[in-house]
């Protein structure tokens, strides 16, 4: 089931077969339960998750306001690739907004290997690079606010 | 003059009454028009995708998207967002009074083209609304379509635009509609993200599909991207554009996109005609 589940998953489409062989022995299967926290902002970032089924909310939190979601994670995304970087803390909040079934892959096995086989950290990298130009991408996006106020000079049409 | 003559004038206004006014969200409101007493028998008639100009008496003219069932002959329902001087005036509209319109002017959906295919629409916040006849349409012939899926994203809960209607969408057991919004606020418990990150994982399948897109140009911009990324080619792709339209008929200029008149030629375009226009700065 593992096999066939990191056999088909999109972002490791690209990965050679023995480093998908790598992934497996350092993957196992979870079920987070709704409204608990897959990570903690702060904590040792030591794992990431590839979701399965259900949603995860990407959360800061704010004292005036409590938890901001910014981006809802979902079938067939990850969570969680700070555990690549030093010094490997979380940066934001992750919270199952259900019942959310995931791989969990041990991040610092991984990267011990990284450390000493480059093709397989090139292999990595690549498909986590790709994903995080995805989030950049979607958060330059957020970013204009696109429906947002607009100029009064803009045209009034229907449309925006 | 007959109200038929009146029509084959593309620049002369024909009165039409307020029925109601209906706020959509905190700066978007729709109003209902109908035809003036004894002018019930106006040949109104328009295309999903087509928009008309419309003449507040002493204020202005703006392009307005059509964007009621194009099957309920006699009423023009418009939607639109208060940002500039006309649609600030016609957010004070009331019941009896009275607007002028031209129109219906501009290119129209494929909706023949779109008959036996998968139709994947993507609206962007008060893109929604010249989309809202092509779903009046399909779910009248729902015979005719194959998948139909709707992306659309609003930029909060607060901003979903045809709310009710939406989630009636939504609870159809044959159409597919994935609502996200750009910031996510208490109380919403929906997808939170831009509306490209929806495209990435919806269930399209290229072959038989076509595609309307509408929203603001950079969102249509990225929209794109995230279709061909899905397999599909941009022979299959529709984009509604909006310029300084003007005149409504292609002769003032004001709304030139390279060789195209955006209020003549388009506001519907098929993408491979703007592609390139599209990506020209200050065009």
Known sequence: ?160 | MTMLEELTDPMLTSPWVVRDVEQETSDTFSIRLEPRDGDENKPYRFRPGQFNMVYLFGVGEAPISVCGDPARLGTIRHTTRIVGTVTRHMGRLRPADTVGIRGPFGTAWPMEEAEGKDVILVAGGIGLAPLRPVMHTITENRDKFGRVILFYGARTQEDILYRKELEGWASSLDLEVFATVDRGTLGWHGNVGVVTTLIKRGPIEPGNSIVMICGPEVMLRYSVQEILGRGLSESQIYVSLERNMKCGIGHCGHCQLGPEFVCRDGPVFPYTRVARQLNVVEL
């Open chain 1, 1 to 160: 089931m593992l096999k066939d589940i990191l056999a088909t998953h999109p972002l490791l489409r690209k990965l050679s077969p023995d480093t998908r062989s790598l992934l497996h022995d350092c993957a196992i299967e979870v079920s987070i339960k709704k409204d608990e926290y897959l990570l903690k902002t702060g904590e040792n970032a030591d794992r990431f998750y590839l979701v399965q089924h259900g949603s995860v909310a990407l959360q800061i939190y704010d004292p005036r306001i409590g938890s901001i979601e910014f981006m809802t994670v979902q079938e067939n995304d990850v969570v969680g690739w700070s555990w690549m970087f030093p010094p490997c803390r979380w940066h934001f909040d992750a919270m199952a907004k259900e019942d959310v079934s995931a791989v969990q892959v041990d991040g610092v096995q991984l990267l011990l290997r990284c450390e000493t086989d480059y093709r397989i950290g090139y292999q990595l990298m690549s498909c986590f690079s790709q994903i995080m130009m995805e989030r950049l991408v979607a958060a330059r996006l957020q970013m204009l606010d696109l429906y947002g106020e607009r100029n009064p000079e803009e045209t009034e049409r229907g449309t925006p």
